[in-house]
């Protein structure tokens, strides 16, 4: 059996129905624990006191904004590749939600960055792609809304991801390609130097699986929902030509 066979609309609400339950469970269980361990159970940080348990909203909503756009950017090439229509409708689902992520990311980056910083905004080189990655997600949703066509907006919406796709890379390594900026390095990495002390990574990276498993939990629905409404506007036309 191919994988492709999965990306069949009928299969598609079939293999997913059972699981978008499990995904919520499963999502508001980790956000649960983590947020409670976070924000309740851990110290305050020598330097940062108080204010360093913003990690679990900003750390994970970023991480979720670039990832979603990442998401985007696969499910749109097999679009352009294979025209599979659950790829393209998929992209479209997770623009919103990435949308909200990036917002969150923001917000919250303002409120850590104020008494760290002094002040709510820089034109730091992440912050600044941040920002730019945030306005590619309205265009990206703004040209689905404008198009008539859906099969020509999936072209169009696609060849837009692949440009924005460079800002969501520049928005995870403009620390590392330009050592100029207020921005501190990544929170969690492979480098143990980096990383931040366990007492507050174990907790961040519950809350990382949290909002994993409820971007899925989101794009699920909000892809099923494209389907249906997809069903429904093929029938409309059939009426309306019959």
Known sequence: MSIW?????????????PLVPVLWVLSGIALTVGLIWGFFLTPDDYRM???????????????MAINAWVMMLVTSLIWLIRRH??????????????????????????????PMWGTWWAWDPRLTSFLILFL?????????????????????TSVLCLVGSVFAVLSRYAVNFWNQGLHQ??????????????????????????FVLLFLALVL??????????????IALRERMG
């Open 49 to 63: 006191g108080a204010t360093v348990k913003i990690i679990y909203i900003h750390v994970p909503s970023a991480m």
């Open 136 to 156: 590619f997600y309205l265009g990206y949703m703004a040209m689905w809304a404008a198009i008539d066509d859906p099969d020509t907006a999936a072209d169009l």
């Open 5 to 17: 066979e999965y990306a069949n609309p009928l299969k598609f609400m079939g293999w997913t129905a």
């Open 85 to 114: 229509h659950v790829s393209a409708l998929a992209a479209k689902a997770a623009a919103p939600v990435g949308m909200i992520m990036t917002v969150v990311a923001l917000i919250s980056g303002a409120i850590w960055g104020q």
């Open 185 to 210: 390095g990544a929170s969690l990495s492979l480098d143990s130097e980096e990383n931040v002390h366990d007492v507050f990574w174990l907790p961040l990276l519950v809350v990382l699986a949290g």
């Open 221 to 234: 629905v909000r892809t099923r929902t494209e389907i249906r409404a997809r069903r429904l506007h093929a």
